[in-house]
C-alpha cells in the first residue's frame, strides 16, 4: 500500500504538518495509523535539516505519545525519534534541553521492561561475554 500526494512533500510546510503527523502516531485504527506513520516517516526522510527547526513544536506530541504508556504507540515513537536522529543532522543537539521531558517517560518504561528481561539477559551476557580467568594463580 502506497500513498499518493497531489503535493510533493519537500514543498509543505514542516513547522505546521510535522507536529500533526507526530499527533497521529497515537492513532491506533487503520488506516490513520498507516497514514500517520509513512507521513512522519516520509518528511524525515526527505526533509533534509527542515525538521530541526521543528523540534520545539514536536516536543508536546512526543511526550503526549509516551505518556500514553501503550506498547505499541511507545514502540511507534521510539522509531520515530530514531529516524528523525538519524536522518536530520543535529537532531539529538537539539533536543537535549528536552531530555528531562521525555527521558522520565522512558525511565518508567525501561524499568518496566527491566524486570522482565532480567534473567534472559543476564543468561545472554554470560554466555557473550567470556569470565576472565588469571593465569598468574
Given at each position: 500500500?502506497?500513498v499518493?500526494?497531489?503535493v510533493?512533500?519537500?514543498q509543505i510546510?514542516?513547522?505546521?504538518?510535522?507536529?500533526l503527523?507526530?499527533?497521529?502516531?497515537?492513532?491506533?485504527?487503520?488506516?490513520?495509523?498507516?497514514l500517520?506513520?509513512?507521513?512522519?516517516?516520509?518528511m524525515?526522510?526527505?526533509?533534509?535539516?527542515?525538521?530541526?527547526?521543528?523540534?520545539?513544536?514536536?516536543?508536546?506530541?512526543?511526550k503526549?505519545?509516551?505518556?500514553?504508556?501503550?506498547?505499541?504507540?511507545?514502540?511507534?515513537?521510539?522509531?520515530v525519534?530514531?529516524?528523525?536522529?538519524?536522518?536530520?543532522?543535529?537532531?539529538?543537539?537539539?533536543?537535549?534541553?528536552?531530555?528531562?521531558?521525555?527521558?522520565?517517560?522512558?525511565?518508567?518504561?525501561?524499568?518496566?521492561?527491566?524486570?522482565?528481561?532480567?534473567?534472559?539477559?543476564?543468561?545472554?551476557?554470560?554466555?557473550?561475554?567470556?569470565?576472565?580467568?588469571?593465569?598468574?594463580?
Amino acid at each position: 500500500m502506497f500513498v499518493c500526494r497531489q503535493v510533493d512533500i519537500t514543498q509543505i510546510d514542516y513547522s505546521h504538518y510535522l507536529p500533526l503527523f507526530f499527533e497521529g502516531l497515537r492513532e491506533l485504527e487503520e488506516p490513520y495509523r498507516f497514514l500517520a506513520l509513512n507521513g512522519t516517516m516520509d518528511m524525515l526522510e526527505k526533509g533534509g535539516d527542515r525538521p530541526l527547526t521543528c523540534i520545539p513544536h514536536l516536543v508536546i506530541p512526543i511526550k503526549q505519545n509516551l505518556m500514553t504508556r501503550h506498547p505499541t504507540i511507545m514502540c511507534i515513537q521510539m522509531k520515530v525519534l530514531q529516524k528523525l536522529v538519524l536522518t536530520c543532522p543535529y537532531a539529538g543537539e537539539a533536543l537535549v534541553p528536552y531530555y528531562r521531558q521525555i527521558l522520565t517517560i522512558f525511565n518508567l518504561f525501561a524499568t518496566k521492561r527491566g524486570t522482565q528481561w532480567d534473567s534472559t539477559y543476564k543468561e545472554r551476557k554470560v554466555y557473550m561475554v567470556p569470565t576472565y580467568e588469571s593465569c598468574m594463580s
